[in-house]
């Protein structure tokens, strides 16, 4: 049988596909660049290898509330390194003088009686020693016995001085006290 259609017998060649575009390499900024961020990291390591496993600690806020009992600090050791250029030598942070101890204040038997209570602010010179130099009060009680038992006993009262420039240095601080009679027990 003839076919009335004619078909070819092989189909007629077809476009090719396209061919892929060819993959590029990376650029030579990409691997200059990794490879500087590799030499800065080998060279911070070696920097690192010379000090201590902990990090030197920010110095801790100055409070000023003089009821707050003193910190104490556990002393610190800094490492021993090469200087790499001149450097100013390190100083301690300038901060107000501040009570060390703070004993009780003995409550005026007079004020007891009279069922007295306030509270006041005294304004203490402390001297680079930390000694109590000059007691004023600031804001006063309302009693004259209460006012006397806080700056009498104040005076006695031991203070770190105050760091000015790195060193101690003559200041003044204030000082709140309260009077109530639930202390006077």
């Not at 390499?25 to 990291?41: D, E, K, M, R, T």
């Not at 920097?47 to 496993?53: A, E, K, P």
Request: charged share 25%; proline share 17%; glycine share 6%.
């Amino acid at each position: 049988m003839n076919d009335p259609v004619q078909r070819p017998i092989n189909p007629p060649p077809q476009d090719p596909p396209p061919p892929e575009p060819p993959r590029k390499g990376s650029s030579p900024l990409v691997w200059i660049l990794l490879l500087v961020v590799l030499v800065a990291l080998g060279w911070y390591a070696l920097s690192q290898r010379g000090t201590t496993g902990t990090p030197e600690l920010p110095p801790t806020p100055v409070i000023d509330d003089p009821a707050a009992p003193p910190v104490e600090r556990e002393p610190t050791t800094t490492p021993r390194t090469t200087p790499r250029a001149e450097t100013a030598p390190a100083r301690p942070a300038d901060r107000e003088a501040r009570p060390v101890a703070q004993p009780e204040i003995p409550y005026p038997p007079a004020a007891a009686r009279s069922r007295e209570e306030g509270s006041l602010i005294l304004l203490v010179q402390v001297d680079a020693n930390g000694n109590a130099t000059d007691v004023t009060v600031e804001k006063r009680s309302g009693s004259r016995d209460l006012d006397r038992a806080a700056q009498q006993a104040v005076r006695d009262w031991k203070f770190e001085p105050a760091i000015k420039g790195g060193k101690p240095s003559a200041s003044a601080v204030r000082v709140p006290i309260d009077f109530t009679l639930q202390d006077a027990g």
